[in-house]
């Protein structure tokens, strides 16, 4: 009997026919190539179109800095809103690996429309002597639904992807388990190549040879992505959509509302819960009871009226109830990560902005774009992610016992540590910058400050190190800790801190320039850098990461960490990443 059991894995994966998934010829590292394959692909072909889309937007599409800039910031906003519709979908009904097919085919019309908007006679915009373009209405809106297209198709792929990869690997089964965490590492690194190729190479291609190839290679690469994600078909495992999680939380909110007067029985074991070892709901396992948030648990209460007519929303099982604890457990973690986004988003703006005043000169003839420094923090992902699991790791893990080496809590709360040294940097070198400006009498806005752009390099590291902490700690925790049923969403609601961090940091900059600017003052951050204090403002985020980590430590402490029923001391149980 043991035997045949370990035949199969024990999370509930099945494979394409719908049968328990065996181990020996599914899954594990043998699937994964053509999944971080596809997702290198992917990420290649998306940060290809979008690093260079804003001067698209002001060359061809004749629009100026403000309104190409907002159009930009727009798009890539809805990039980061799409994945909650997808997540929704594969959790509820088509699961990971249809809703990433299926949202594939969206990407790729949507790239071969933007790569026909910029290459086919009477697409593309007619450019008089000067170079400037007068596109037609029809010739803008082709290029918008392009757009909009790749973001609904992004917004299928994002939060599935790195979940999927994920299912690949039986977390009841240790040495799998082990391989799951080192997973998300080369998953980050697979994006950060593709990343990397996208800022040089396809830059260059639309810089130099035309708008044409530069979206047009970045579609055909998509076709590899896809080509590459259909090939793995056979070795995938799955886990099997739950039907709505919306619908189960709200049952629980509804079921504890209406018994609110009813008390919760001492013994936990009357609350109700189904007697098959599955759990009620589609493709997940049950959950053992916690005792955070216990007014929930009145929706598991059998009152008398239960045992004549149940309801499912009226009496609900304490696995349905522990699914929605779990969500609101990680929420709070989830806001931590907001200012960790704020800091990162300070690469493509701040940081720009400190590089603009700087000696931009690599030898006699050649000037680096301050923008394009930014491939620092790409480089120093791909340095630290083969350190972090080939060196730290192991290293840590002789010290703990445990097969992470940190805790996920641990490693995210490291990241923030370390990105607060990002900053120290960044603000570090503005002093040195606004000595060189006074010593030598800069202040007109086009004077350049005889400091090297290369001293900016450690901040864009620091940052790099960071995020494999920090983010790479994220995807994993909230794959591990969501419920079964609800993986993709919780992915997608963790993809959200990047854009909310974004838009902080557009309220910390409006805030700072009102109060910085009264009375007639230039404030800290004003056109001309070299008469403010960027400085300050690194500080203020400085300041604001210290808080936000002595806040994150108080959170950590407080957080429960999952627990199935069938495995309540299985890794990832409380008791072993504390």
Known sequence: MGEVADMYTQDGTVDMKGNPAVKKGTGNWRACPYILANECCERLAYYGMSTNLVNYMKTRLGQGNSVA?????????????????????????????????????????????????????????????SGTCHPTESQTAAVFVALYLIALGTGGIKPCVSSFGADQFDENDEREQKSKSSFFNWFYFSINIGALVASTVLVYVQTHVGWGWGFGIPAVVMAIAVVSFFIGTPLYRHQRPGGSPITRIAQVLVASALKWSVAVPADKAQLHET????????????????????????????????????????????????????????????????????VYGQMSTMFVLQGNTLDQRMGPRFSIPSATLSMVDTISVIIWVPIYDRVIVPAVRSVTGRPRGFTQLQRMGIGLVISIFSMVAAGV?????????????????????????????????????????????????????????????????????????NYLSTVLVTIVTRITTRHGRLGWIPDNLNLGHLDYFFWLLAVLSLLN??????????????KTAEYPDAKGGRNQEH
């Not at 059998?302 to 696995?319: H, K, M, Q």
């Open 549 to 562: 980590f002595l806040v994150y430590l108080l959170i950590a402490k407080w957080y429960k960490y999952k």
């Open 275 to 342: 007697l098959d070892k599955e759990s009620g709901i589609e493709g997940s396992r049950k959950l053992e009871h916690t005792d955070q948030f216990g007014c929930l648990d009145k929706a598991a209460v059998v009152t008398a009226e239960d045992r004549t007519a149940a309801s499912p929303w009226r009496l609900c099982t304490v696995t349905q109830v522990e699914e929605l604890k779990s969500v609101v457990r990680l929420l709070p973690i989830w806001a931590t990560g907001i200012v960790f986004a704020t």
């Open 69 to 129: 800039a907002n159009n930009v910031t727009n798009w890539s906003g809805t990039c980061y809103i799409t994945p909650l519709i997808g997540a929704f979908l594969a959790d509820a009904y088509m699961g990971r690996y249809w809703t990433i097919a299926s949202f594939m085919i969206i990407y790729i019309i949507g790239l071969a429309l933007l790569t026909m908007a910029s290459s086919v006679k009477g697409m593309v915009p007619s450019c008089d002597g």
């Open 429 to 501: 070198l503005d002093i040195v910058r606004l000595r060189a400006v006074a010593r030598h009498g800069l202040y007109d806005d086009k004077d350049t400050v005889p400091i090297s752009i290369f001293w900016q390099i450690p901040q864009y590291f620091i940052i790099g190190c960071a995020e494999v902490f920090t983010f790479v700690g994220q995807l994993e925790f909230f794959y591990d800790q969501a419920p079964d049923a609800m993986r993709s969403l919780c992915s997608a609601l963790s993809l959200t801190t990047v854009a909310l961090g």
